[in-house]
């Protein structure tokens, strides 16, 4: 593995690590998060007892 690989891969790691902490705050908040996923913008997290997937809500 090149230098350049090492600090591309602990770079990432840490953005992965920033962004779990960033997800879990929103959650435990009772928070929701937006997110691109799969062609598509998902809502994370339940909203007002309307859980919500793939960009739809569903009581």
């Known amino acids: 593995m090149t230098e350049l ?3 591309a891969e602990t770079a990432l ?3 992965n ?3 779990r902490a960033v997800l879990d ?3 435990r908040l009772g928070q929701y998060a937006v997110v691109w996923h ?3 913008v998902v ?3 339940e909203s007002n ?3 919500v ?3 739809e809500i569903k009581q």
Do not use: D, M, Y
Request: aromatic share 4%; proline share 0%; charged share 50%.
């Open 25 to 27: 705050k929103k959650k």
């Open 49 to 51: 007892g309307a859980k």
């Open 38 to 40: 799969n062609k598509k």
């Open 43 to 45: 809502r994370l997290f």
């Open 13 to 15: 790691e840490s953005l």
């Open 5 to 7: 690989e090492k600090k």
């Open 53 to 55: 997937q793939a960009g």
């Open 17 to 19: 690590k920033s962004v």
